[in-house]
Nanobody, 114 residues
Framework: QVQLVESGGGLVQPGGSLRLSCAVYGFPFSSFAMGWYRQTPDNERELVATIFTGGDTRYADSVKGRFTNSRDNPKRMLYLQMSSLKPDDTALYYC????????WGQGTQVTVSS
């Protein structure tokens, strides 16, 4: 059974950092590119970070230089290290496979506010 479980969100002040985690179950994680998405109530879900099977990464311009996507294939874990956080980063964050879409998890809420 496919399951994506995101964690690590929370409330952080502008300029702060958070590390999100995603545990992956039920599909060949090491064979898939994986990504982090975010969604606010007013916007569509946006892909902000992708990591390919070979470790190459790609980022949306809005997070480039501040977010780092990584993966641990043996542990079936995906991570998003977020730094220099801004209020505009406030969103519900999800993980998924951009080219092999799976059922969505519950997401983890990130709120950047003073």
């Amino acid at each position: 059974q496919v399951q994506l479980v995101e964690s690590g969100g929370g409330l952080v002040q502008p300029g702060g950092s958070l590390r999100l985690s995603c545990a992956v179950y039920g599909f060949p994680f090491s064979s898939f590119a994986m990504g982090w998405y975010r969604q606010t109530p007013d916007n569509e879900r946006e892909l902000v970070a992708t990591i390919f099977t070979g470790g190459d990464t790609r980022y949306a311009d809005s997070v480039k230089g501040r977010f780092t996507n990584s993966r641990d294939n043996p542990k079936r874990m995906l991570y998003l290290q977020m730094s220099s956080l801004k209020p505009d980063d406030t969103a519900l964050y999800y993980c998924n496979a951009p080219y092999n879409g799976q059922s969505w998890g519950q997401g983890t809420q990130v709120t950047v506010s003073s």
